[in-house]
């Protein structure tokens, strides 16, 4: 009853404090806001931000409904980018049908969105996209790659293994290492061991991390803008031109409209819809001639995979075979196939997919100027994505997901990181989602207008890498040694092995699967490297980035690589960002998840040390 009545007072407490931060964050953004001043401290450059608590409500606060909706559709945009890549490189191994492309895109856009609500509410409660793993699909190829034999039927292929095509057999093996990558995401949250690794991530693995993570997809960015470059250069100079050159511009206040820097926020979204307007002008004119999704195949080529997708086979692609309602569930494959080698390529699966999302994660807080995750949001970030694989997985997902790159670097061009603006985009998703016929809409826009986001966002996220180097000592012969080393071999061994992929002939089509699945992932070879080499070649604090003015700043001062005590004014800013909702925050804080030693997903309380 002690312990319980404790518990319930530090809880009231933590919610009063709560709420006195929010009101009083939203009185000084209000005050600062009307001062006429054009622009408040809530839409400056973060560098350009006081550091005091009024920048940590910027992911809790509601922008207006029309800015809202707009940032919304912005974000489904640069979603839906990604989305038209993964698409390509797995449409030869998916069937090929009428109106198919429409119907894996909804369904894919269903999926992320679904976990893109868990992710916010659930999880990290960052500004977080979920998408199709692009870490995860070096897996799935591999797997793909190898001959569909009796040992995945698992003895249930039989008297009507004649009429069962090799792809769908494909499709539930790709389902089943999506329910796989799950599980074991789920188990690394539910666990806290994501949270204990993340406490040994310092600047030097986050960096080389983030860099290569920005380099990842070059190949396919520079291919799908060489489907016109004139188009694609055409949507990068909008872009910078109005995310940099235009930051600071503010609408005349005889139009009454708000005084925010409108051409910042949507930087994307107006390029993209304006360029797309003209060339389907000049389409309809017959000046223009440009390829969709379904031409892309014959040309894609996965730079982290020997296969080349073969050309499409020629079908009806009219709407008449679209459906305008389709609950996207697994009616024609049938359900998850697991085997041996699932297993294998789920396990390098799940943990490239969690690299990238620490990546993500990581790079989301820096850019709103928020604390930096603790251990118990991590762990929940990654249980919720979890989740969201293992329930994409049953309902046919061929891929597992993971945090968007793309949507966490357009936090940082449009700086404007509202929790409210990705669950309204989520919510789109899922409308989205329900209908191929409304997402064939979005398989019309140009393939050179999605290269041309991905180069610009994706640019960001290698830029965000580097400037973590400032909290160390970058002129240490063991940085450079460390870095170099960690970048270069994770980019020279994927070529290498992709190149001799008949190098690997163990005996054993799982073990196969497993070496040459993680040989050729770039971004888990350098999250290892750079792990390993900074948590075991010797060097100091300040050396490493660990004892730097930024931990000093966030309050967090890191000893022998555990954290330390908070400080109040820290502790209180992230539990206004990462806290639970009220009820699982109840949960977290009953009598018997206090008395467990390590609670994975609980933030500590005054006095407690996670």
């Not at 490189?89 to 894996?104: A, C, I, K, N, W």
């Not at 943990?351 to 993500?360: D, K």
Request: hydrophobic letters at 45%; aromatic letters at 6%; one cysteine or more.
């Amino acid at each position: 009853m002690c312990s319980q009545g404790v518990g319930s007072r530090r809880l009231k407490d933590r919610e009063r404090r709560r709420g006195e931060w929010i009101m009083k964050a939203h009185s000084v953004h209000t005050q600062t806001t009307l001062q006429g001043n054009g622009e408040s401290d809530l839409h400056l450059p973060v560098e350009t931000k006081r550091t005091n608590r009024t920048d940590v409500p910027a992911v809790i606060q509601r922008p207006p409904h029309a800015i809202n909706l707009l940032l919304a559709l912005q974000h489904v945009f640069v979603q839906c980018s990604l989305l038209v890549l993964v698409l390509g490189v797995l449409q030869p191994h998916l069937p090929s049908g009428d109106g198919d492309e429409e119907r894996f895109l909804s369904s894919m856009l269903f999926y992320s969105s679904l976990s893109t609500l868990l992710q916010s509410c659930l999880g990290t409660c960052l500004p977080v996209v979920q998408v199709p793993s692009l870490e995860g699909l070096v897996p799935a190829l591999v797997l793909a790659a190898q001959t569909v034999g009796d040992s995945a039927c698992r003895g249930r292929c039989g008297e009507n293994k004649d009429q069962i095509l090799p792809r769908t057999i494909q499709v539930r093996e790709l389902q089943g290492v999506t329910v796989t990558v799950g599980l074991i995401q789920l188990v690394l949250g539910l666990t806290g061991l994501g949270g204990v690794v993340l406490r040994h991530c310092g600047p030097l693995v986050m960096a080389p991390v983030l860099c290569l993570l920005g380099f990842s997809i070059y190949r396919e960015a520079a291919l799908l803008c060489s489907d016109h470059w004139a188009i694609a250069a055409l949507v990068i100079i909008l872009l910078v031109g109005m995310s940099q050159h235009l930051r600071s511009f503010l609408f005349p206040t005889c139009l009454r409209l708000p005084q925010l820097p409108v051409f910042r926020m949507i930087s994307v979204l107006l390029p993209v819809l304006s360029v797309w307007a003209m060339c389907a002008v000049l389409e309809t004119l017959g000046y223009l001639h440009l390829h969709s999704v379904s031409e892309l195949l014959p040309v894609l080529k996965s730079s982290n995979s020997s296969l080349l997708a073969p050309p499409p086979s020629e079908k009806n692609l009219s709407s008449s075979t679209v459906h305008w309602l389709r609950l996207p569930l697994a009616v024609e494959a049938g359900l998850p196939l697991w085997s041996a080698r699932c297993i294998a390529a789920g396990v390098v699966a799940a943990l490239s997919s969690s690299v990238s999302s620490v990546g993500v994660y990581m790079l989301t807080a820096r850019v709103l100027g928020a604390p930096p995750p603790p251990p118990a949001a991590f762990n929940r970030g990654l249980g919720a994505q979890g989740l969201g694989s293992v329930v994409a997985g049953l309902m046919g997902a061929p891929l597992g997901l993971s945090s968007s790159v793309p949507n966490g670097c357009l936090l940082r061009i449009s700086q404007a990181g509202s929790r409210w603006t990705v669950q309204l985009a989520a919510i789109l998703g899922l409308a989205l989602g329900l209908s191929p016929r409304l997402t064939q809409l979005l398989t019309s826009v140009p393939l050179a207008i999605y290269g041309a986001v991905l180069s610009v966002t994706y640019a960001i996220a290698m830029a965000m890498g580097v400037t973590y180097f400032q909290f160390t000592h970058i002129d240490s012969g063991r940085n450079i040694f460390n870095t170099g080393f960690a970048l270069f071999m994770s980019l020279v061994l994927p070529h290498w092995f992709c190149l001799r992929s008949d190098f690997i002939d163990t005996g054993m089509t799982s073990v196969d699967v497993l070496l040459q699945s993680l040989l050729t992932s770039p971004v888990l070879l350098v999250g290892i490297f750079s792990f390993l080499l900074d948590n075991t070649v010797s060097g100091s604090l300040a050396e490493r980035g660990l004892d730097s003015a930024e931990s000093r700043k966030t309050g967090r001062t890191l000893v022998s690589g555990e954290p330390g005590h908070w400080t109040t004014g820290h502790q209180q800013e992230v539990a206004l960002v990462y806290d639970s909702p009220y009820l699982l925050t109840r949960l977290w804080n009953l009598p018997g998840f206090r008395t467990v030693a390590y609670t994975a997903f609980r933030i500590p309380d005054d006095g407690d040390v996670l």
